[in-house]
């Protein structure tokens, strides 16, 4: 399974999410038997993830938003500095947090400009610094995301005791830190590939 989790987090969804059912069927499995546990764990990820990706494209289609993962991801972040915390962004912040070099995020945030997600603002106090802002375009997404997180993440934890929520976030965890190895090896295999091709 090839794909990361963080491609698969980043979804926008409407405003108006209906409420789940009660009555969804969980599918027993002795999880004592090795084989079956770590069958229903893929099946459930395969599942969950074609779900997330034709999520993904209706939504996209529907409310006319053309962003790719990372794009959302940028406005994800720019969002949670300029309006949950009321601070402010530039370009070298975002590079640091998007662990990219300022080069990159500069021509990450120019897309979003020319897409009229995101503006440049003169700082206030220092004429010589640009700020980043959301332009309103940009709120409306940022916002319907955070609704789709916030839905989320009350279902998953739903009825869980402390004990359960820890040992979800340690799974959960412990996925995330797979699928970072694994690109990071496949990052350094490329990039070795293409030293020893110009030898």
């Known amino acids: 399974m090839s794909k990361s989790i963080g491609r698969h987090a980043q979804v926008v969804m409407p405003a108006s999410i209906p409420e789940s059912a009660d009555s969804t069927e969980e599918k027993h499995v002795d999880v004592s038997d090795e084989a079956a546990f770590i069958a229903e764990i893929s099946r459930l990820l395969s599942r969950t993830y074609d779900v997330i990706d034709s999520l993904e494209d209706i939504v996209r289609k529907s409310h006319g938003i053309d962003l790719t993962v990372s794009e959302l991801n940028t406005i994800e972040i720019v969002g949670h500095t300029v309006l949950h915390d009321k601070g402010e962004m530039s370009v070298s912040q975002l590079a640091d947090c998007l662990h990219v070099t300022a080069p990159s995020a500069t021509a990450a945030v120019n897309r979003l400009v020319r897409k009229g997600y995101l503006a440049k603002q003169r700082n206030r106090e220092d004429a010589r ?29 739903r009825g869980l005791t402390p004990d359960e929520r820890t040992m979800l976030l340690k799974g959960i965890a412990r996925l995330e830190h797979f699928y970072t190895t694994v690109q990071q090896a496949e990052e350094e295999r490329l990039k070795t590939s293409k030293y020893e091709g110009k030898r």
């Open 129 to 157: 610094r640009i700020n980043i802002v959301l332009t309103r375009a940009g709120e409306r997404v940022f916002r319907l995301h955070a609704i789709f997180n916030r839905r989320m993440e009350e279902e998953v934890s």
